[in-house]
Every structure is written in structure tokens, then in C-alpha cells.
């Protein structure tokens, strides 16, 4: 049973910037990996995916030129650094293997960007 705990999410204003971190209970070597999100009332849509090597890396239309997905294999973690933050990026971060063949899920971590 593979494990996620994502981190490092919380309350930031429009415009502001959130680190994620994602640390997987196995190795992440030579999977594709991604971060999904969830807002309320929606369904969970993917939002950026990275190959085991690093590259390449893919993006949501609404996301693009604001998010960056990276990875640590030795560490078993996956990162997204998020910048320029609006409202609509209000949700709950997930990472899993992406685009699907999903592991368990973990417990996410919320997003709020808000003034």
C-alpha cells in the first residue's frame, strides 16, 4: 500500500506563492508522477505531470508559465512551486502517478488563496 503526505499548503493572497512537497512510502523511480487538485463541488482534475527522469513535464492550460513540477527520485518526493496564485487555485493538492494508473490517494493538502 503506497503512501502520500502532501505538505505545504495554507492561506496566501492573490498573487502570492506556495511550495507543495509530496514524500511517496516507495520509490518513485520510473514512474510518471503528477499533481492533481479538487475545489469544491468539482471533480479532481489533473494539473501537471513529470516524467521519472525529469523531463518532459506537462501543465493545465490553467496553470501554464505559473507552476512547476519537479522531483527528487533519491528522495521519493515530488514538488510543485506555485507562483503568481489566484483564487480559482483554491482547492486540495494531490500527488499520485499520472496521468492514471492511480496508487491510494492520500489525505491532500488545502490550498486558499484568498485577501
Known amino acids: 500500500q503506497v503512501q502520500f503526505v502532501e505538505s505545504g499548503g495554507g492561506l496566501v493572497q492573490p498573487g502570492g506563492s506556495l511550495r507543495l512537497s509530496c514524500a511517496t512510502s516507495?520509490?518513485?523511480?520510473?514512474?510518471?508522477m503528477g499533481w492533481f487538485r479538487q475545489a469544491p463541488g468539482n471533480q479532481r482534475e489533473w494539473v501537471a505531470q513529470?516524467?521519472?527522469?525529469?523531463?518532459?513535464?506537462y501543465y493545465a492550460e490553467a496553470v501554464k508559465g505559473r507552476f512547476t513540477i519537479s522531483r527528487d527520485n533519491a528522495k521519493n518526493t515530488v514538488f510543485l512551486q506555485m507562483n503568481s496564485l489566484k483564487p480559482e487555485d483554491t482547492a486540495v493538492y494531490y500527488c499520485?502517478?499520472?496521468?492514471?494508473?492511480?496508487?491510494?490517494w492520500g489525505q491532500g493538502t488545502q490550498v486558499t488563496v484568498s485577501s
Open positions: 499520485n502517478r499520472a496521468p492514471g494508473a492511480w496508487w491510494s
Open positions: 516507495r520509490s518513485i523511480l520510473g514512474y510518471t
Open positions: 513529470i516524467f521519472s527522469s525529469g523531463s518532459p513535464t
